[in-house]
């Protein structure tokens, strides 16, 4: 359900500040059956005095079963049900590759495919080139595409065969259905808009049919990539943001372009961060946050590397990256938020090298907490914590109550 | 959800009693990490007793970081989504002052406000004026205005800058805007029809601002209460009743006039309470749930002073209430209810001495019981309870399986 207009009613401005720290993918599993989990095996001092202190519960981002990807895991941690506050394909990536996108722009995610001289798909992802062979024809084609009737072509490579194509110029429609047929043998289907009557979708389809057919001559000398397939053609969503719905002024701490896009989406603004050698940038984020604390009053603080770790298959790594963040935790604290909160946007366990819809550990500590059982903050923990099993966008709402900025609801 | 249609297909009519015993605001907080609740602080031999032999669980009546109203909190508990069967402000205020609303009549909650030469608004709330200058001011305005284009106007005190204002004649609309701008400096709004085309409710907002008008003449004298903010125009609901949804009969033995009218608002007979010197009555309440026990077959019943107690802030108060509960409930227990069900409408810590959204425990004794781990009605042990965490609407449900009134659904 969507929480937000309810929250829009009941929320108050008030002085309290709000810390909620997103360690990326944190949840995880046993190495094997009966083992500790990551959060287990890490030494994490200071994250179990908070746990001691504070109360637990366990997240389910989406949906029992469904493993978030990162936006829909971040919006429900937003407040924004990942069922009805809907991303296109094509913006994500592009926020992930740090593009802005202005209200007007469509954003389409574009496979590299193989076709036959016939002009069937022969491969979907044109044998998986590496990434150095995708920036090598992303070069060539921004030389031969640089507009279409009167609208800015825009290219980037995202990894492998997947690259960004953003088309930049005023009405254009993104009601438009994908180009990519899911199967092999039969031709890439031609872009149309999902209602003929709609033109402005119509126009961006007949420039993105265009752009199908200049790319194939373009690539006509190569032996692999020698097409396109066009998905997620979507705008940047019009969203009422989070200080609309609660009256905070929430500021997002992130390195990573996609949850600095992300963030931003829901009217977070995104500070700069140093980020040095590491590009998690611990020490940038920890300045960006202590300059920024006075003018701000809720702050989404993003930790990559747990995630980026369980992606690897790396266990150790991961252990490590939840240590490194422990020994952080002090300073953290000590900035003074009156509501602090740790939590990840989905588990990442490193046996499974990927996303997984595991429930997450959720710490809340602040005023007004019950009593809790949970000692540590790890996923077996967090099952005996007092605040049970919860929705991800429950978590909004709970951490404006225990802030005070949540009026009763009806008298 | 609305889950009273599927019950209303799936009910049906036997001869076992229900008995739901709310204890008004009942669940609390330690006042210092660690410590007892005020539930877990009393003495509560009977409760434990029957906490032993039920199921515990606990309940979210509105959504996790909602802090319940007494309306919303008492229309979970019967069934009633809160964020689907919602009650205006004007109708809620009506029904704590005990004022009786035909379908036709118009209910508005009223501010006093300070107005200055301009007309704009300089407090909204009049500097929060002593009740009994409320109702001098209103004694006033009676004298003043007793109709305006063939309506009667009544109005009555609420407390301190709060009034009701009830419009009652035929054809009168509700659908119309606050008139309070929700800042200073600025005039109070006109009253507008939420679509101009609904004759109804333009005729309502005429009044309405007709009444605005009298009311600042009439005050022209006044030093701080010279001008209305008029808020929550709404009109008696017309929902299915809980009679005609599960084929109960059910009864209320409620004597504070904002359950009686709750109780009202879903079809419940409220029954005469003989007060006396308490006005929480428990005696004149068990006078009366004794006296209609043969005529009724569900029995609302509402203590108070749990949560007024809590609202006082008086945790020792609020632990000798619930001991008070605890010494009537055996006699309530011999009257012989196949299923028994003990809960409230919302938390009221005395610690926060206001409303609060952590979840309340539940207690429900009957037939077909699960083996239970916990051993008395507290927060700490409810969590522990065979039931898990519920919504407040899943109550109604639950009573009926248990009573044997819910067939199966599908084949």
Same mark, same amino acid.
């Given at each position: 359900m969507d929480i937000l207009p309810h929250i829009r009613e009941l929320s108050r401005k008030t002085d309290s500040k709000i810390l909620f720290i997103v360690l990326d993918g944190v949840g995880g599993l046993p190495q094997q059956a009966g083992g500790p989990s990551e959060?287990? =095996?890490? *030494? /994490?001092p200071n994250l179990d005095a908070l746990a001691q202190k504070g109360n637990l519960g366990r997240l389910t981002l989406v949906h029992p079963g469904f493993s978030p990807g990162s936006g829909p895991g971040h919006l @429900?941690?937003?407040?924004?049900?990942?069922? %009805?506050?809907?991303?296109?394909?094509?913006?994500?990536?592009?926020?992930?590759?740090?593009i802005d996108l202005g209200p007007e722009d469509v954003a389409v995610r574009g496979?590299? =495919?193989t076709l036959a001289a016939d002009g069937t798909v022969l491969d979907r992802r044109a044998g998986r080139p590496p990434t150095e062979e995708n920036r090598r024809v992303i070069a060539k084609l921004r030389q #031969?595409? *640089?507009? %279409?009737?009167?609208?800015?072509i825009e290219l980037e490579t995202e990894s492998e065969h997947r690259f960004v194509l953003i088309l930049r110029g005023a009405g254009l429609g993104a009601a438009v259905h994908d180009t990519d047929p899911q199967k092999t043998g039969v031709a890439p289907l031609a872009a149309r808009p999902h209602d003929e009557s709609d033109q402005a979708s119509a126009r961006t389809a007949d420039i993105l049919n265009k752009f199908s057919e200049l790319a194939r001559k373009a690539l006509a000398g190569e032996e692999k990539?020698?097409?396109?397939? +066009?998905?997620? %053609? @979507?705008?940047?969503? +019009?969203?009422? /943001?989070?200080?609309e719905v609660t009256g905070l002024t929430p500021a997002a701490i992130a390195s990573y372009p996609m949850y600095r896009g992300v963030a931003s989406l829901v009217g977070m603004t995104a500070l700069e961060v140093e980020i040095g050698e590491d590009p998690d940038a611990p020490q940038g984020k920890l300045r960006a946050i202590k300059n920024a604390w006075d003018d701000y009053d809720y702050f989404y603080l993003h930790f990559k590397k747990t995630d980026s770790t369980?992606?690897?298959?790396?266990?150790? =790594? #991961?252990?490590? *990256? %939840?240590?490194?963040?422990?020994? +952080?935790?002090?300073?953290?604290l000590q900035l003074g938020a009156e509501v602090v909160a740790i939590t990840g946007d989905h588990s990442t366990p490193s046996v499974m090298k990927g996303h997984s819809w595991h429930p997450v550990p959720f710490l809340l500590y602040g005023p007004n907490l019950r009593n809790d059982e949970a000692r540590r903050f790890t996923e077996d923990e967090a099952r005996k914590g007092v605040l049970g099993d919860l929705h991800g966008t429950h978590v909004l709402p709970l951490l404006l109550a225990h802030a005070g900025k949540l009026q009763k609801f009806g008298a």
């Amino acid at each position: 359900m969507d929480i937000l207009p309810h929250i829009r009613e009941l929320s108050r401005k008030t002085d309290s500040k709000i810390l909620f720290i997103v360690l990326d993918g944190v949840g995880g599993l046993p190495q094997q059956a009966g083992g500790p989990s990551e959060l287990a =095996a890490a *030494k /994490t001092p200071n994250l179990d005095a908070l746990a001691q202190k504070g109360n637990l519960g366990r997240l389910t981002l989406v949906h029992p079963g469904f493993s978030p990807g990162s936006g829909p895991g971040h919006l @429900s941690l937003f407040g924004y049900d990942p069922f %009805i506050y809907d991303v296109g394909r094509g913006v994500l990536s592009a926020l992930g590759l740090g593009i802005d996108l202005g209200p007007e722009d469509v954003a389409v995610r574009g496979n590299f =495919a193989t076709l036959a001289a016939d002009g069937t798909v022969l491969d979907r992802r044109a044998g998986r080139p590496p990434t150095e062979e995708n920036r090598r024809v992303i070069a060539k084609l921004r030389q #031969k595409i *640089k507009e %279409i009737d009167g609208v800015r072509i825009e290219l980037e490579t995202e990894s492998e065969h997947r690259f960004v194509l953003i088309l930049r110029g005023a009405g254009l429609g993104a009601a438009v259905h994908d180009t990519d047929p899911q199967k092999t043998g039969v031709a890439p289907l031609a872009a149309r808009p999902h209602d003929e009557s709609d033109q402005a979708s119509a126009r961006t389809a007949d420039i993105l049919n265009k752009f199908s057919e200049l790319a194939r001559k373009a690539l006509a000398g190569e032996e692999k990539i020698n097409g396109v397939l +066009l998905r997620g %053609i @979507s705008k940047r969503p +019009l969203w009422p /943001t989070l200080g609309e719905v609660t009256g905070l002024t929430p500021a997002a701490i992130a390195s990573y372009p996609m949850y600095r896009g992300v963030a931003s989406l829901v009217g977070m603004t995104a500070l700069e961060v140093e980020i040095g050698e590491d590009p998690d940038a611990p020490q940038g984020k920890l300045r960006a946050i202590k300059n920024a604390w006075d003018d701000y009053d809720y702050f989404y603080l993003h930790f990559k590397k747990t995630d980026s770790t369980g992606e690897d298959g790396d266990f150790a =790594a #991961k252990v490590h *990256k %939840i240590e490194m963040f422990d020994e +952080l935790l002090p300073e953290l604290l000590q900035l003074g938020a009156e509501v602090v909160a740790i939590t990840g946007d989905h588990s990442t366990p490193s046996v499974m090298k990927g996303h997984s819809w595991h429930p997450v550990p959720f710490l809340l500590y602040g005023p007004n907490l019950r009593n809790d059982e949970a000692r540590r903050f790890t996923e077996d923990e967090a099952r005996k914590g007092v605040l049970g099993d919860l929705h991800g966008t429950h978590v909004l709402p709970l951490l404006l109550a225990h802030a005070g900025k949540l009026q009763k609801f009806g008298a």
